[in-house]
């Protein structure tokens, strides 16, 4: 019965989170949440949880998922927050695992072939001061903020690849296999029982 209950959980969880996209092995998700600076995205979104796992400010690490947040950023209340700084160091933009994906102003350039999606004469530092990474409303285009500026949203990315989940099989096939296998258990315990 204990593992039944668990499966429910797992399922309603999924369920819990309405805005949510998968992509590969991380999922994506947009909170709206008013006048968040970014560190309050950041503390929020490390508080987050989905399918038993820990949330961060998102990364962006291909066109695909790029392509995802403009699907979520579909009437969002405004631009969003992503995890992406150059608070530590000026010019190094870095996401919350301290992978570095750009380097220097808008005429720098990616690290390393990472993805960026910097909307013209981006990143700028306007008035010395942007540090926070932005996605912005409706174009989708990343800017540079201040990160004392308040948004109405942010993204948290989950990685899926920490579940222990086959990678060959979908995730709802995983957890609907996982829940037969509790309903049957169950089953053959009630019938062993009388």
């Given amino acids: 019965m204990k593992k039944l209950f ?39 979104a490390a508080s987050r949880t989905y399918m038993g796992l ?41 996401w919350q695992d301290g992978t570095q994906f750009w380097q220097g102003n808008q005429t720098g350039s990616a690290v390393g072939g990472m993805y960026n999606n910097w909307n013209a004469g ?10 926070g990474l932005a996605i912005t409303f409706p174009s989708g285009v990343w800017n540079d903020g201040p990160v004392t ?7 948290v990315r989950y990685n899926l690849a920490l579940l222990p989940v086959p990678a060959t099989q979908p995730l709802g096939l995983w957890l609907m296999m996982l829940a037969m296998a509790a309903l049957g258990g169950y089953y053959l315990s009630r019938k062993a029982a009388i």
């Fill in 6 to 44: 668990i499966v429910c959980l797992l399922l309603a969880s999924q369920w819990a989170h309405a805005q949510v996209v998968v992509v590969g092995k991380a999922a994506f998700e947009r909170v709206d949440s008013a006048n968040v600076t970014f560190a309050d995205a950041q503390a929020e």
């Fill in 54 to 94: 820990g949330g961060e400010l998102a990364s962006v690490l291909s066109a695909a998922e790029q392509a995802a947040l403009e699907g979520l950023l579909a009437g969002a209340p405004s631009s969003c927050w992503l995890g992406g700084s150059d608070a530590a160091v000026e010019g190094e933009w870095r």
């Fill in 122 to 131: 981006e990143p700028n530092d306007a008035g010395g001061n942007e540090d």
């Fill in 149 to 155: 500026a308040t948004l109405n949203c942010y993204f």
